[in-house]
């Protein structure tokens, strides 16, 4: 290989990266941190502090927080709303492990609580438990099938996975329900990279 040629491969390899974290950026941002409270905000009381974005308050403040809640859902177990309050103040610090296991403890206590099922596939998503993220979701979308929000999730945990074929028919879900989502041509882009690498050479 010639020194141009090498040079072409080394940008080639580099662009590719550049394009996967900015794709990985995008989307973190959408169903990363902060996306599972959104399900249920409706649920909170007037007072609870903000889930996501734009929040001044200090870190220390957000920590004391963290720590109120822990102690509460661990104090008393059998208290759905603690557990989520914990989970989602835990994944706002992304502490994912720890938010699943609070979500885990809230969906024994109400199974069908539908936004718990959701964000136990967000909170495993974002802990890189793509297995488990996909089983929690493939339940969510049993219940609501036509759930853009879980159906685009669905379609970035698998371009993150890398598998192609999944992803495919997860991005033909979420066009069938939401032609016009914002998100549809990143994931066209990352699918239509992943199916070329996937081409024997």
Same mark, same amino acid.
């Given at each position: 290989?010639?020194r141009?040629?090498?040079?072409?491969?080394?940008?080639g390899?580099?662009l590719?990266?550049?394009?996967g974290?900015?794709?990985?950026s995008?989307?973190n941002?959408?169903?990363? +941190?902060?996306?599972p409270?959104?399900a249920?905000?409706? &649920?909170l009381?007037a007072?609870?502090? +903000?889930i996501?974005g734009g929040?001044?308050? &200090?870190p220390?403040?957000?920590?004391?927080?963290?720590?109120?809640?822990?102690?509460?859902?661990?104090?008393? +177990?059998? &208290?759905?709303?603690?557990?989520?309050e914990?989970a989602?103040?835990?994944?706002?610090?992304e502490?994912f492990d720890q938010?699943v296991?609070?979500l885990l403890?809230? &969906?024994?206590l *109400?199974?069908?609580?539908?936004?718990v099922?959701?964000?136990?596939g967000?909170?495993?998503l974002?802990?890189?438990?793509f297995d488990?993220?996909?089983?929690?979701y493939?339940i969510?979308l049993?219940? *609501?099938?036509?759930d853009?929000?879980?159906?685009?999730?669905?379609?970035y945990l698998h371009?993150q996975?890398?598998?192609? *074929?999944?992803?495919e028919k997860a991005?033909a879900?979420?066009?069938k329900a939401?032609?016009?989502?914002?998100?549809l +041509?990143?994931f066209?882009?990352?699918l239509?990279?992943?199916?070329?690498?996937? *081409?024997p050479?």
């Amino acid at each position: 290989m010639t020194r141009e040629n090498l040079l072409f491969a080394i940008i080639g390899v580099l662009l590719g990266f550049i394009i996967g974290f900015i794709f990985a950026s995008t989307m973190n941002q959408r169903y990363g +941190p902060g996306a599972p409270a959104a399900a249920s905000t409706q &649920n909170l009381p007037a007072d609870h502090p +903000p889930i996501q974005g734009g929040d001044p308050q &200090n870190p220390q403040e957000i920590f004391k927080q963290v720590q109120a809640s822990m102690k509460k859902a661990r104090e008393e +177990p059998n &208290n759905f709303e603690a557990q989520v309050e914990a989970a989602k103040l835990e994944y706002r610090i992304e502490r994912f492990d720890q938010a699943v296991e609070f979500l885990l403890k809230a &969906n024994q206590l *109400k199974p069908n609580d539908y936004d718990v099922v959701v964000m136990l596939g967000a909170a495993n998503l974002a802990g890189g438990h793509f297995d488990m993220a996909d089983k929690w979701y493939k339940i969510a979308l049993g219940k *609501k099938p036509d759930d853009v929000g879980v159906l685009a999730s669905v379609a970035y945990l698998h371009l993150q996975k890398g598998d192609a *074929k999944e992803a495919e028919k997860a991005i033909a879900s979420l066009a069938k329900a939401d032609p016009g989502n914002q998100d549809l +041509p990143q994931f066209r882009d990352r699918l239509t990279s992943l199916q070329s690498a996937e *081409k024997p050479k």
